[in-house]
């Protein structure tokens, strides 16, 4: 099956906004086993539409249009598809119960542009869009289908995962997929597809992995394609087993989890706290773990420790081993970890100290030099990175990361 | 002027990149004077990509296409274009020299396919590319101009910026443009909108205004179109002169400057430090704060006091205004604040203190319910803030910015 993509709206051909639509149904698309033969982006102008209607339906058996459905704006649209379609626009009595439902829930008067959207060409097949007021249509023409949804991401997501691929699926046109991404942190992209290497090597031929690195992690995407997605979630999940004995300590997660929320359920399961010292991470750390909800259950505060007389004032850090070893070494490391813990009164703690760039590195200590330590009821660890680059930004969150990665583990008592 | 975008590459259309180089090509178009008709985007295939050619030169006075020239894929591209413009591909010789002063520099082999990349065809005008080794190619043809730009972001808007741009204004195809872009915090949109409703309403027929706002900033974009783009420059800065006096103290900065880093600059100036304490911002604005590159100058650190027991023990809040007013209060922000700038030593400070939700609101203290205060050589400055909406992170970051915001108002002296 070949597909093409329409999207409709002034917005993308002046640029103001990126057409983030056609890649997200691209990439679905495409899971599904169905190739996307071209992208067109038209604006909201009647010849322009119908022109791009007729090219779509002479190259492509599926053609999804996105846009124009606003309801300031879908007069042209919709009105164009009817001509197209040869139909003319009725009432949709179950489309208007739905969208006077949602406007009484929010306790907002109703206009006309909004009892407007449930006017609806005659011979589509409505899908019903629980997350907005405009729905989707579905109309098939000389054995090409032309499914319409609004260009709202959340709204087009919803449609294309709910109701347009499980029809497509249904009748055979598309196949079923199945997605499950691994999250790994602490070992290099490079390295990691070594050790991988024979387990990837003997993945069942309906699994296809990829490697999706970003400052955070590296994320193993596994994705099998078949006809039955029970089925494909047993040989995804079997594979995942394997795959845990292999890097037992690296994988944090899976999908969209967040390792400063990992770390958050392990402490609130276990009824213990946390605090933090900060240098070269610069409150990042502290940030990262406050971005969870809740996180006040478990979570005492930081210490951002930027000059080296706050070190000693505020972590007790010795005036001796910052003279001796520099702030950047594993003895200040590790009392700027026992000290926060000390001071705040946390059941663990971590701490960071570093060069993050762009200057201030020396030939000993280059930047991208980073100390962290993590400390638990009975001991302290501590570890050496020289992150490569001398980008900040990337140093800080890299260097957060791996901390929290650390923490995850002492938690654990994998360390 | 009409023009149509092609963008080539199978990356698009199986969804793995975000097209976002059509989006700034038609920005930049579009203020140069220029209508983007339709964009398209094709696979790397012979036969589709004549196809779209045909199809533009149809539509558009200029056409765009990026994409498909990196060392592996220009055979295809190349070649295509060749068969559309009756010519063949001959060595480049400035194009040849300047891709093996480029390979000399970095100390690395050329292969053939490096080679090939000088190989060009012999009817355009090349457009030397001094970001990479695959140059632009400018055709023209029955009164369409057609120009090939590699799809590496960076290249294609140096090519575009630097050598498309200039001669199209030069043969009077495309205007001159001046932008800048004034950065303003504290004030919601729809205030400014009507404090600047006279201004606006008087400004030149050649400056366009645009409201971009996001939860850092309500930015400004001033856009002059015209002729001569130093009298754009010219009317542009006259007008912003006007919008300082009427909203002296909303400006922070202009085009890509950071709040933490304006501030950086004045403490660094004055020769003064800052310390900051934490509590709904978690550590963001730390954060912020050492994102700017030589910070450790004028930052001494932050606490983060997440529990109340770290207010009182290491910013002296007393427990009695903890129990009397709670810890989202006047009297916590102002003790925090006054708290970390003694304990840390340093000459300004500021502190937050709220609810950043989702959860945690009460009646009285709905989500969103944050107090500030800056603390300087004098006195201390306290005010009280309900952002709307329960989304953490966006509370965070606008809580956040709005302290940094009083505390550069404050190094002014203009609280």
Excluded at 161 to 175: C, F, K, N, Q, Y
């Amino acid at each position: 099956m070949k597909a093409e993509i329409i999207t409709i709206g002034d917005e993308i051909l002046i640029g103001q906004i990126v057409d983030t639509n056609s890649a997200w149904i691209a990439k679905e698309l495409n899971h599904a086993g169905i190739e996307i033969f071209q992208i067109t982006s038209v604006h909201d102008d009647r010849e322009h539409i119908l022109k791009a209607l007729e090219n779509a339906e002479k190259n492509a058996d599926l053609v999804i249009i996105t846009g124009g459905l606003g309801p300031t704006k879908d007069d042209i649209t919709k009105k164009v598809l009817c001509e197209y379609f040869e139909t003319k626009l009725i009432f949709h009595q179950p489309t208007l119960d739905a969208i006077m439902q949602k406007f009484r829930l929010r306790n907002v008067d109703m206009n006309q542009l909004n009892k407007d959207q449930a006017l609806l060409p005659e011979s589509c097949t409505i899908l019903s869009n629980k997350q907005g007021t405009a729905p989707g249509m579905w109309f098939e023409k000389n054995d090409t289908i032309f499914i319409s949804v609004p260009g709202v991401p959340f709204e087009m997501e919803y449609l294309v995962s709910e109701e347009i691929l499980p029809r497509l699926r249904e009748t055979g046109r598309a196949r079923a997929i199945y997605h499950r991404t691994v999250l790994t942190q602490g070992i290099p992209e490079s390295m990691l597809a070594e050790k991988l290497e024979n387990w990837e090597d003997n993945l069942p031929k309906e699994i296809k992995l990829a490697y999706l690195p970003n400052p955070m992690a590296v994320r193993l995407r596994l994705s099998a394609l078949g006809d039955n997605k029970e089925k494909l979630k047993v040989l995804v999940e079997q594979e995942i087993e394997k795959l845990i004995k292999i890097i037992p300590g690296y994988i944090y997660g899976y999908d969209d989890d967040e390792m400063a929320g990992v770390i958050g359920k392990l402490l609130a399961e276990r009824g213990e706290t946390l605090a933090v010292a900060e240098s070269c991470t610069g409150g990042y750390i502290s940030h990262l773990i406050t971005s969870i909800p809740g996180c006040s259950e478990y979570y005492k505060g930081s210490v951002t420790s930027y000059s080296n007389d706050i070190k000693q004032k505020l972590l007790s850090v010795k005036k001796d081993s910052l003279a001796e070893f520099g702030a950047v070494s594993k003895e200040v490391a590790e009392q700027m970890a026992l000290g926060v813990k000390e001071k705040l009164g946390s059941d663990y703690s971590v701490a960071t100290t570093g060069i993050a760039g762009p200057d201030g590195g020396t030939e000993e200590k280059p930047v991208g030099t980073v100390w962290i330590a993590v400390a638990g009821k009975e001991k302290v660890y501590s570890y050496k990175y020289i992150f490569v680059g001398d980008k900040r930004e990337r140093n800080i969150i890299r260097s957060s990361q791996t901390a929290l990665q650390l923490l995850r583990r002492l938690i654990l008592q994998e360390l």
